[in-house]
Every structure is written in structure tokens, then in C-alpha cells.
């Protein structure tokens, strides 16, 4: 069976430090991958999105980049958080046309 | 780009009613999914639809395409129903992320 694995599951970080959050697959090749933010009281907002190893496209301007290093991995990183990057990080993945399955989902607070 | 509406936004109700939330969006899509995020963030994927009614449990789902409009259902409501329930639309790109609703924050009372 298809399982997806993320973390870390919470975090505290400063404004200005570094950022990487990491999400695998397994059970699957080639999956659809996704990375997927939720900011207090406000709905779902897709970052990036990945169809194959080192294809990345991202849907929102923003201080966040993603990689997918190999097959199964998925990584969003920040050179330096802001204060408005705080929040739920979702990772997800896919088959085109199918049902999506989500990770347990990372809490970020940067202070 | 495609507008998710859901509605309502918060509902409260008694044990064994039966519940509707409600999901409209403005552009074609090649499905929609039904989500369930539980107060822990985690979400789980309910249904996807693409045409007509799934049935699963107490949960339906239904989706009318020439409306843009889609229903979640729970019959016998109970205590463990409630979460945040999020309506999510696939555009026709394939591979495209979901555009989601805010979502409808659901507590059952027992």
C-alpha cells in the first residue's frame, strides 16, 4: 500500500533562519507531488506543485522553493522565514486523475 | 482561475440529524473532492467525484456539472462527524494542484 511520510510534524523557528521541510512516498513511481500551505483562518493555498524529479512549478510568488531531489522526495525549503510563512504545510501526492493523499501535515511558527 | 464557495461556513447541530454542506465553483473541472481535516490538521480524502452520487457509510457525496454545484451528505450524525470539511476542485490541466474551499467547521453535539 501507498503511504506518505512528513516532517517534522511542528517547529519553532526565528525570522531569518533557514527552512526544510521534507515529505516522501512510498508504494509508488512517479507520483503527481504537491506542497499545499493553510495561514490561520484561511482556506488550502497551493505553493508548488511536481510531475516528475526536478520539475517544480509554483503557483504563488513567494519566499519558498521546493525540489524533488528524486522519485519519492519532496522538499520545501526557505532561505530565510518570514513571520508570514507561519502555518500548516501540507505535502500530497497523486495520479493524474485520482484521489490525493495527504501527509500528516507540518506546523510552522516562526517568531 | 476558479472560485470555491462553501457553504455554510460553521454548523452546529444535535446528534442523528442529517447534515448538507454545499460547494460551488465557477469554472469547469475535471473532478472535485470532498476532504475531512480533524482538529489535528490532518486531512483525509472523502470522495472524488466527477459526475453523479458516491455513497460511502453514512457520508454521500453528489455533483452536478451543468450547475457547478456539488453536496456533501451525513445521515445519523454523530459526535465523531465533527471536523472541518473541505470542498476541492481539479481543473482540467491534469496534473494541476486543487483550488479548495475554506472549508465548513461541523460540530456534532451529543
Known amino acids: 500500500s501507498q503511504t506518505i511520510h512528513q516532517w517534522p510534524a511542528t517547529l519553532v523557528q526565528p525570522v531569518g533562519s533557514p527552512l526544510s521541510l521534507e515529505c516522501t512516498v512510498e508504494g509508488t513511481s512517479n507520483p503527481n507531488l504537491y506542497w499545499y500551505r493553510q495561514a490561520a483562518g484561511r482556506g488550502l493555498q497551493l505553493l508548488f506543485y511536481s510531475v516528475g524529479i526536478g520539475q517544480i512549478s509554483s503557483e504563488v510568488p513567494q519566499n519558498l522553493s521546493a525540489s524533488r531531489p528524486q522519485d519519492r522526495q519532496f522538499i520545501l525549503s526557505s532561505k530565510k522565514l518570514l513571520l508570514s510563512d507561519s502555518g500548516f504545510y501540507l505535502c500530497?501526492?497523486?495520479?493524474?486523475?485520482?484521489?490525493?493523499?495527504f501527509g500528516e501535515g507540518s506546523w510552522l511558527t516562526v517568531v | 482561475k476558479n472560485e470555491v464557495e462553501q457553504s455554510p461556513q460553521n454548523l452546529t447541530a444535535q446528534e442523528g440529524e442529517f447534515i448538507t454542506i454545499n460547494c460551488s465553483y465557477s469554472v469547469g473541472i475535471s473532478a472535485l473532492h470532498w476532504l475531512q481535516q480533524h482538529p489535528g490538521g490532518g486531512i483525509v480524502s472523502l470522495f472524488m467525484l466527477s459526475s453523479g452520487k458516491k455513497k460511502h457509510g453514512r457520508l454521500i457525496a453528489t455533483i452536478n456539472i451543468q450547475e457547478k454545484h456539488s453536496s456533501l451528505h451525513i445521515t445519523a450524525s454523530h459526535p465523531r462527524d465533527s471536523a472541518v470539511y473541505i470542498c476541492a476542485v481539479r481543473g482540467r490541466g491534469g496534473a494541476d494542484g486543487l483550488t479548495f474551499g475554506k472549508g465548513t467547521h461541523l460540530i456534532i453535539q451529543p
Open positions: 500530497a501526492w497523486s495520479r493524474s486523475g485520482n484521489t490525493i493523499y
